[in-house]
């Protein structure tokens, strides 16, 4: 069994908002293993990116537990954290906005090394934007542009290096492809999986693109409304989806082949009701067509059904 | 079955004192009744660039279309005058726009905002009263509770504002139907929701729909013909099933489709185009996606390919500009 690098136990993260509680990641607990990949998948506003934010205590969390290295990162000392933050970074959605429009690429990458006061010489500096500009495929040429002059896919690669320009060893990546065109997307997928192997990264790969974590992920995780639904292997979830919102997620696909045509599909009805103050009992069951009124009775926790597949449904 | 619309040899440019963008160069192709055509490719490709054209809604300071005709019913849409053009518009040919939170005017409720083209286009002179009803009838059709036709944008959902989009393109019963990507703003569970409905709404009343997307999925599921445009060109044409299974195909298509990691198949790496679409206002000599294509030969870069045509399946390549010379 490999090291476990990331253990998130019990986290909670609820904003308040003049309508009550909202209740963004409510009780949600994983372990990424070193050098591994940890997808999370569901619809917007479901609480991926709080998620991710709250790992990386860009959040405060309002319960619960971060154990990165077996140390809890929320007991330690101002001193202590800052030694710890980059090795903790992150890769942001959208490319457009992310980046500081007046900073050259230069600038812009060398920007961590500089905060976290790195590098002694500027020299040193220098050379370790020029080694990481060629580590994620950005032609030493454009050191001196401005964003702005350059394409989506491009400015994404500013935001890797960025974030990986202090070695970390755990990445948060929220959704770094969708703002992409379809042939872009798929060279930074591949980027991102050549640098994991490289550098043996551990990922948080948050996606609503189904085919794109598939493909990326060793375990996946499905939220709904700030609840993990269903948590498994990756191969294991797409051939063997247990809880009725995960089968009609992967139902909802369209899938690009001939024999899809006019295809009927089961579709489910109605949209994410609102995480605010949430009543007990199961999140989708205003969704479910299976549900019961004792799925409105109380939570319901995950339960094993098959080695490493949980799911939370009472069906299961 | 009668064609509905016909665009042949279109060409479309943004001129500004710096520069001159080719945005659509030479496009070529039909829309028969109750027909489904796909458009797709990449940002920049001029898919919506095409649409604008077919509404008449090019930016007029800027645009001009260089060669060629878009007929619809036999009528060409280039040449109309502008009040010919605003009775076309809206009632014929209608357009569901891309983002549903941008294209709703915020002070004004859903139910007027829907009843606004009845008003316009008003030739079976509607009373009030029949307006209103045919806007309750609207609204039930896309699954939005007539009640809520006073209500304003802000108080619906992303997935029940296209909705609401999609009711102001289908009050006046139109013809044809453009779709600028119309799910990629929603959510996977919605847009199943949606794409179904346009369908079903297809289906019912044989409207023509020109479904403008990056999506490959939505294409299978939806559309009838296909069209992949790059940098201005439909590059291949032909039948969801030319397109989807077929043995010859455009490097390009091949490209989009390595591009997508699949839902079925086990691969470690996927196989992207490499390089970046060319800057539209300095477009290669010849074929245009010869600086990315793997199968790129001499003649590649100095001419500009003829369309290769079996059974109504076109590719604008080299590749298969002589057929007896093909090499898979």
Redesign the interface.
Known sequence: MTEILLDVKNLKKYFKTPAGMLHAVDDVSFSIPKGKTMGVVG??GCGKSTLGRTALQLYEPTAGEILFHGKNIASLSKKEFHQIRPKMQMIFQDPYASLNGRMTVRQLIAEPLIVNKVCKSKRETEEKVDRIMDTVGLASRLAMAYPHEL???RRQRIGIARALILNPEFVVCDEPVSAL???????I??LL?DLQEQMGLTYLFIT?D???V???SDEIMVMYLGKCVEYAEAKEI?RNPVHPYTK??L????????E????R?E???G?VTSPVNPKPGCRFAARCPFASDACRQEDIPLKEVAPGHFAACRMV | MEEILKIEDLSIIYKTDLETVYAVNGISFSLKQGETMGLVG??GAGKTTTALGVLGLLPKRTARVTSGRILFDGQDVCRMKEQELERVRGEKISMIFQDPMTALNPVLTVGSQIGEALYLHNDAELSQKEIEQRVEETLELVGIPKERKNEYPYQF????RQRVVIAIALVCNPKLLIADEPTTAL???????I??MI?DLQRKYGTSVIMIT??????????DKVGIMYAGEIVEYGT??DI??GDRHHPYTE?????????TEE????????G?MPDPTKLPEGCKFAPRCAKCMEICKSRQPGVWEENGHQIRCHCYSNPAEVKR
């Open positions: 619809e917007s394409d989506g896919g065109d379809v042939s872009i997307q798929a060279q997928l591949n999986m609503h189904l085919s794109v598939r493909h990326i797409f009609a997620l139902a909802s696909i369209p899938i690009p082949s001939v899809s045509l006019h295809k599909r579709l489910i009805k949209e | 990449e940002t959902s992303g997935g029940m959510d996977v569970t919605i847009q199943a929701q794409l179904t369908c990056h999506d490959l999925g939505v294409v299978a599921e939806t559309c969801l099933a989807f299974t490209g989009l489709f390595g591009s997508i990691p699949s839902l691969s470690r790496r996927l196989h992207p185009i490499e970046l």
